[in-house]
C-alpha cells in the first residue's frame, strides 16, 4: 500500500493543472460509473493535497475529489502535445497545456464526510509528534504496536514499509502492546518516520533494513529478518527478533 510519501508525489506532480479550469472525461466504463468526471467537468482545480493515504483535489463550488490508490492505482501527468495515452484511464483531466491521467482507481470518489475520522497527517508541518504519541496511548493498551501506528484514525499517512523500519529503528517490535512502549520510543519512532517520509519526497531513499527481508540478516545484529501476519488486516509484519524488544 503507498505511503503518504507517494500520495505527495501526485500531489506535487498535478500542481500545474492548478489554477486550471479542465475538461473531464472517463474512458474507462469502471471510472465512468463513479460520475466523477461529470461532476468536475469545466470546474477549475483550486487545489491538490495529500491527506494521510488520500489524495484531495478541490474544485470550485466545493467540488471535492477524492482518490485512494491502494496497490495500483496511478496519477500520471504529461504535456498535452506528447504521444498519446495507451489502455483506459479511469479518469482524465485536460487543461490548455497538460493532461493528468487517474488509472486503476481503485477509490475515486466525491468527497463526503469520512475524512473527518483521521487522525493527524503525519507529515503536515502543523502535526507534533508529542500529540501522537498521545493519541497512541489513548487506543486499547493490549493492542500491538504493529496494528495501532498504521490505523489511520490515531496518525494518518503511515504504509506497511515505513511501518517495518520505522520500529526496526526505533528497537520495539510489531508485536509489543502499545501500553508497554515508552513515550520515548514511540517519539523516536515516528519522528524518525517523519523525517524519512520527507526525504523520501524531496527523492532521496534509504536502504530498508527488514522490510521484505525475511530470513535475511538484520543490519544491526545479524540475526535473520522474521515475518508474520499480524492484525486484523492480516498485514506481514516485518521484525528482527534479536534486537526489537516485545516484552
Ligand atoms: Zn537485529
Known amino acids: 500500500m503507498p505511503g503518504g510519501d507517494v500520495l505527495l508525489r501526485a500531489a506535487a506532480r498535478l500542481q500545474p493543472l492548478v489554477g486550471e479550469r479542465v475538461e473531464a472525461s472517463s474512458p474507462n466504463p469502471r471510472g465512468l460509473v463513479t460520475g466523477v468526471a461529470r461532476a468536475v467537468d469545466g470546474r477549475l482545480l483550486e487545489r491538490v493535497e495529500a491527506v494521510g493515504k488520500h489524495l484531495l483535489l478541490h474544485f470550485e463550488g466545493g467540488v471535492v475529489l477524492r482518490s485512494h490508490l491502494r496497490m495500483n492505482g496511478r496519477w500520471r501527468v504529461r504535456d498535452r502535445d506528447g504521444p498519446a495515452w495507451r489502455g483506459s484511464p479511469w479518469l482524465l483531466l485536460r487543461t490548455p497545456r497538460h493532461e493528468a491521467t487517474q488509472w486503476n482507481g481503485p477509490v475515486l470518489a466525491l468527497e463526503a464526510r469520512r475524512l473527518r475520522r483521521l487522525g493527524p497527517d503525519l507529515l503536515a508541518p ?61 517519539a523516536a519512532a515516528l519522528g524518525w518516520a517523519r523525517a524519512a517520509m520527507l526525504a523520501s519526497v524531496s527523492g532521496r531513499r534509504s536502504a530498508r533494513a527488514v522490510y521484505r527481508r525475511t530470513g535475511r540478516p538484520c543490519p544491526r545484529c545479524r540475526a535473520p529478518i522474521r515475518s508474520r501476519g499480524l492484525g486484523d488486516a492480516n498485514r506481514t509484519a516485518y521484525w528482527c527478533e534479536s534486537c526489537q524488544r516485545s516484552s
Do not use: F, Y
Not at 501522537?132 to 504493529?146: F, I, Q, S, W
Open 126 to 186: 502543523a502535526t507534533q509528534v508529542d500529540e501522537l504519541v498521545a493519541r497512541a496511548r489513548a487506543v486499547d493498551p493490549e493492542r500491538r504496536l504493529g496494528d495501532v501506528l498504521v490505523d489511520q484514525r490515531v496518525v494518518a499517512g503511515i504504509g506497511n514499509m515505513w511501518l517495518a523500519e520505522l520500529l526496526w529503528h526505533a528497537r520495539v517490535s510489531p508485536w509489543l502492546p502499545v501500553g508497554e512502549a515508552r513515550d520515548d520510543e514511540l
